[in-house]
């Protein structure tokens, strides 16, 4: 494989990447805006439905989806990234523009780098990456990398589908649907409640 091939091919991986980030970062925004939805929802349904909500205990369970512990991971590590930063940090670190007047251009490399330096330091790899492809930055270790992105691409898909497992999301994808809703709160009812002994 040539090394344009090769380097088509990495930038394919970081494109699928940032979709499955863009993707992941949805379903947590829907989820955690949803949260107090669901929450006066949960409530409402056990006062209508039951004598009172005082009559319930909720019942501690355990999480739908459980995380998926990969023993021999071979996941994206700083070690992949650390010329790379340095690299990056050479070109736009703020230090580089104290003594320059502060330009929009400036400002918005500043910015920048707290974006990579706190995505670096979190290994919020698609993030690193998507910075490093604005200022045309390319791997040094791009054969490993190329190996080793589609196992981060898969993390983070995971990561967005369990989400989707949660009671949030499903009321989400309700789509406001009353029949939906019913179906949900029974269900939620059923699995997180039991009537206390009176």
Request: proline share 3%; hydrophobic share 35%; glycine share 2%.
């Amino acid at each position: 494989m040539t090394w344009y091939s090769k380097y088509k091919r990495y930038k394919k991986l970081v494109s699928d990447l940032l979709f499955e980030r863009a993707e992941l970062d949805f379903v947590r925004t829907v989820v955690d805006d949803i949260s107090p939805t669901f929450n006066g929802l949960e409530f409402e349904y056990l006062k209508q439905k039951y004598s009172g909500v005082d009559n319930f205990q909720k019942i501690e369970v355990a999480s739908v989806a459980q995380p998926i512990v990969n023993k021999k991971s071979h996941r994206l590590h700083k070690k992949h990234f650390s010329r790379m930063y340095k690299s990056i940090a050479k070109k736009i670190h703020p230090d580089k523009f104290c003594r320059m007047k502060r330009t929009q251009e400036i400002i918005k490399k500043e910015e920048m780098f707290r974006q990579v330096a706190s995505a670096y330091r979190l290994a919020d790899w698609a993030k690193f990456l998507e910075i490093a492809e604005e200022l045309s930055e390319r791997p040094l270790n791009m054969d490993r990398l190329i190996q080793l992105i589609p196992s981060e691409i898969k993390e983070t898909k995971r990561k967005a589908e369990e989400l989707k497992t949660t009671y949030g999301w499903q009321l989400y994808e309700c789509n406001e649907d009353p029949t939906c809703i019913e179906n949900l709160m029974q269900k939620v009812t059923n699995k997180m409640y039991r009537r206390k002994h009176e």
